[in-house]
């Protein structure tokens, strides 16, 4: 039921009785008991066009909270999501180098007792979801390689749960901006679905095979970054042998246009914005490079949508067309048919809503702990 009403978008009384089977009194009783916990509410009933006495929508209580992250090699961003993925407050933090471990904690613990003294003092803070650039050991939230923060067999988690006090658990970024957009953004519904992300630290993937994220056989499975694309234009490889991230870079696009960091709204407002030769033409570079990549992703895995984020998305509402055109040539003509490739509706707080939804997992397995 918690369930329901946390990826449902306000579901009624009614609706509930009709997703569950179960009675009205059942129906009643059951969203009663969320009520007194503190994680659902009740509002009057909207306006409908059915005949009888409108039912009461059951939303999610605001008060719920989770501490979402997001490390990365220019900044840590971290924000207050509730249930019903809503992204309250969004901090980043941006840094003049690849933090340690011990350097993310510490930025971590502080704009949390900011957060405790300001935006969330009304809150009822749950735990903190960590989502990582790099492999991540899912049962315990061990780092065991991000390579571009520099991080190996770093246990996160648990320093951050020692600065924030909270039950803290971590995975990879991209794994859980697939689940993010998965439940709430442009794959609701789908249950075929291949995610690629990109962000500071290069490129990462998810898979959503029959509606669950894929992690392979030992939980990293997705790293469609470190593969090596086959170019047939040698003006098309920017480096030698380098693989997909090297080759379709966030960092290049920086370098033209003269920064050196740039949150993602920023930069994609900037690309689509240019006039720059050189930057049109390392786009239009970088979509062949990535329209391969795609293509084998699709040949492979038969999704019915790719979801793209982070700079990727910018890529893709640069030129489209031109970007399922490449595609397109590296893809089997039946294995494309009814395949669609789409910008991530989450935008930037994909990653920090895939992070709460992890977190978020205790409580709806068992909505009564969150009395205790």
Same mark, same amino acid.
């Given at each position: 039921?918690?369930?329901?009403?946390? =990826?449902?978008? &306000?579901?009624?009384?009614?609706?509930? #009785?009709?997703?569950?089977?179960?009675? =009205?009194?059942?129906?009643? $009783?059951?969203?009663?008991?969320?009520?007194?916990?503190?994680?659902?509410?009740?509002?009057?009933?909207?306006?409908?066009?059915? %005949?009888?006495?409108?039912?009461?929508?059951?939303?999610?209580?605001?008060?719920?909270?989770?501490?979402?992250?997001?490390?990365?090699?220019?900044?840590? #961003?971290?924000?207050? %999501?509730?249930?019903?993925? /809503?992204?309250?407050?969004?901090? !980043?933090?941006?840094?003049?180098?690849?933090? #340690?471990?011990?350097?993310?904690?510490?930025?971590?613990?502080?704009?949390?007792?900011?957060?405790?003294? &300001?935006?969330? !003092?009304?809150?009822?803070?749950?735990?903190?979801?960590?989502?990582?650039?790099?492999?991540?050991? $899912?049962?315990?939230?061990?780092?065991?390689?991000?390579?571009?923060?520099?991080? !190996?067999?770093? *246990?996160?988690?648990?320093?951050?749960?020692?600065?924030?006090?909270?039950?803290?658990?971590?995975?990879?970024?991209?794994?859980?901006?697939?689940?993010?957009?998965?439940?709430?953004?442009?794959?609701?519904?789908?249950?075929?679905?291949?995610?690629?992300?990109? &962000?500071?630290? @290069?490129?990462?993937?998810?898979?959503?095979?029959?509606?669950?994220?894929?992690? @392979?056989?030992?939980?990293?499975?997705?790293?469609?970054?470190?593969?090596?694309?086959?170019?047939?234009?040698?003006?098309?490889?920017?480096?030698?042998?380098? #693989?997909?991230?090297?080759?379709?870079?966030?960092?290049?696009?920086? $370098?033209?246009?003269?920064?050196?960091?740039?949150?993602?709204?920023?930069?994609?407002?900037?690309?689509?914005?240019?006039?720059?030769?050189?930057?049109?033409?390392?786009?239009?570079?970088? /979509?062949?490079?990535? @329209?391969?990549?795609?293509?084998?992703?699709?040949?492979?895995?038969? *999704?019915?949508?790719?979801?793209? &984020?982070?700079?990727?998305?910018?890529?893709?509402?640069?030129?489209?067309?031109?970007?399922?055109?490449?595609?397109?040539?590296?893809?089997?003509?039946?294995?494309?048919?009814?395949?669609?490739? !789409?910008?991530? $509706?989450?935008?930037?707080?994909?990653?920090?809503?895939?992070?709460?939804?992890?977190?978020?997992?205790?409580?709806?397995?068992?909505?009564?702990?969150?009395?205790?």
């Amino acid at each position: 039921m918690l369930e329901l009403v946390h =990826r449902g978008g &306000g579901p009624s009384r009614a609706d509930l #009785t009709a997703l569950t089977g179960l009675n =009205r009194s059942t129906i009643g $009783a059951l969203v009663a008991e969320l009520v007194e916990l503190g994680l659902v509410q009740e509002t009057d009933p909207s306006a409908t066009n059915r %005949v009888g006495r409108p039912s009461r929508r059951v939303l999610p209580d605001p008060r719920p909270a989770i501490i979402a992250v997001n490390p990365e090699i220019d900044a840590v #961003t971290i924000a207050l %999501v509730g249930l019903g993925g /809503q992204v309250d407050h969004r901090v !980043r933090r941006e840094l003049d180098h690849a933090p #340690t471990p011990e350097e993310a904690a510490a930025v971590v613990g502080e704009v949390v007792e900011e957060l405790r003294d &300001g935006p969330a !003092r009304e809150r009822r803070l749950v735990a903190t979801g960590l989502a990582v650039p790099g492999l991540v050991r $899912a049962e315990d939230g061990m780092v065991r390689w991000a390579p571009h923060l520099g991080w !190996r067999d770093v *246990p996160f988690a648990r320093l951050v749960e020692s600065v924030v006090e909270l039950p803290t658990v971590a995975d990879n970024d991209a794994t859980l901006g697939a689940l993010a957009e998965r439940l709430f953004g442009v794959g609701r519904g789908v249950e075929q679905l291949v995610y690629l992300n990109g &962000g500071a630290s @290069g490129i990462g993937g998810g898979v959503i095979v029959n509606g669950q994220p894929y992690r @392979g056989a030992h939980g990293y499975a997705g790293e469609f970054g470190h593969n090596r694309p086959r170019l047939d234009d040698p003006a098309h490889r920017a480096t030698v042998g380098g #693989t997909l991230e090297e080759e379709v870079s966030r960092a290049r696009l920086l $370098a033209i246009l003269g920064w050196s960091t740039a949150d993602e709204p920023e930069l994609e407002a900037a690309v689509l914005a240019s006039a720059d030769p050189a930057l049109r033409a390392e786009l239009t570079r970088q /979509q062949i490079v990535l @329209g391969g990549a795609l293509g084998n992703a699709i040949n492979v895995l038969g *999704p019915e949508l790719v979801v793209l &984020g982070g700079f990727l998305a910018t890529l893709l509402a640069w030129d489209a067309p031109a970007l399922e055109a490449a595609v397109a040539a590296r893809t089997l003509p039946v294995a494309w048919e009814g395949t669609r490739i !789409r910008a991530a $509706a989450l935008g930037r707080d994909r990653l920090l809503i895939g992070a709460a939804e992890l977190a978020f997992g205790r409580i709806l397995g068992d909505p009564a702990s969150f009395a205790a």
